[in-house]
């Protein structure tokens, strides 16, 4: 079943409004601050989670099992399309709101989702703002420290106090939520987001690079196949900023690995290992005090012990929340790659990142 499927025409038509002229989101975000700023201003944010990493490498399990422990507020499938805007879209929205049914998302891993469930689209905000500075033609751009400008700084934290504000009246109290947040893109700017939220927790995850390397090929054709037949899963990718996969598939060019040439047009397995060693080479040399990496093969094996260091590490008020949810880990539906089908020097170069990742492990 393709993405267009979930949408119906006039769901669709809202996405072309709001995504094709990025004007419309920035219009109604002044809009909704000027009629409700009152309500969210004073609302003050601190110890944010942000999960990032590669694709595939477990951070939409992180963010579900976190948000399910009802101490964050974050994005969730019902703030689409109008992501700047989350007050007023939620007053709207709310008179024709459809039932929320699990079914499994597109990615085809088992993983079930529904409106109500947390997905990252905090990605909107930053190309909304600093596309210029991310986004070139075959390849996207790490975003290091001074980068953000302050219209984005001042628009991703309102939006963040207005996310915990819808929050606290979901609740019905004055709720002390935290902001959480999963986007894979943020694996390049890790000591941004250190810049931007001092008192933040940056949780990475990672996988064994066979694994890994397996799972990301076998995305990568998923995503080209639908693409193929289904232009509006294209589109709404590229609207998301989620260039993973797919025809519409940028790498990130961590310390110019990729040149001006980005990536070939029929990518190998060597070149997902190389890119699998870039990115996570590129957090280690990052690497700020706030950062915990997870190792995904030990959460599968020793889940609660994993979750138990990991709800000690980001301060949770209750651990018993997210260490009760072990019992929903699984091993992934992919299969990992044999080492003979990529060249000794690219294996041998992963396998030492990833020694070095699993020491710094919690």
Request: glycine content about 6%; charged content about 25%.
């Amino acid at each position: 079943m393709s993405l267009s499927d979930d949408y119906s025409l006039i769901d669709r038509g809202l996405h072309y409004l709001a995504f094709c002229h990025p004007a419309i989101q920035k219009a109604l975000c002044e809009i909704e601050n000027d009629l409700y700023g009152k309500r969210f201003r004073d609302i003050s944010s601190d110890n944010e989670v942000f999960v990032t990493g590669m694709p595939r490498s477990g951070t939409t399990l992180l963010l579900e099992l976190l948000y399910n422990t009802r101490e964050f507020s974050t994005y969730t499938y019902r703030n689409m399309p109008f992501i700047l805007s989350p007050v007023v879209w939620s007053g709207i929205s709310g008179y024709f709101q459809k039932k929320s049914i699990l079914k499994e998302r597109s990615h085809g891993d088992g993983m079930q989702v529904s409106y109500d469930s947390p997905e990252a689209f905090e990605e909107v905000i930053w190309l909304a703002y600093l596309q210029d500075e991310i986004v070139r033609p075959d390849f996207l751009l790490p975003l290091g420290p001074g980068k953000c400008t302050p219209a984005f700084v001042r628009t991703l934290k309102d939006s963040i106090r207005k996310l915990l504000y819808l929050g606290r009246q979901a609740r019905g109290c004055s709720a002390d939520l935290r902001y959480l947040s999963k986007n894979n893109a943020n694996v390049s700017r890790i000591d941004t987001l250190s810049e931007l939220f001092p008192n933040s927790t940056i949780v990475v995850p990672f996988r064994h690079p066979l694994a890994h390397t397996g799972s990301l090929i076998k995305q990568h054709d998923r995503f080209l196949k639908e693409q193929s037949t289904d232009p509006f899963s294209m589109r709404y990718m590229k609207w998301l900023g989620h260039y993973e996969f797919g025809k519409i598939f940028k790498p990130i060019n961590f310390d110019d690995w990729l040149g001006e040439t980005g990536a070939p047009y029929d990518v190998n397995v060597d070149f997902w290992m190389e890119y699998w060693s870039r990115t996570y080479q590129y957090v280690l040399d990052n690497k700020t005090s706030n950062v915990f990496f997870i190792d995904f093969d030990k959460l599968l094996g020793s889940g609660e012990q994993v979750l138990a260091s990991l709800a000690e590490c980001i301060g949770l008020r209750d651990a018993h929340q997210l260490v009760g949810q072990s019992n929903r880990l699984r091993m992934p539906k992919s299969k990992q790659i044999s080492s003979t089908e990529c060249s000794i020097n690219t294996y041998q170069r992963a396998c030492e990142i990833h020694a070095q990742l699993r020491v710094a492990a919690i």
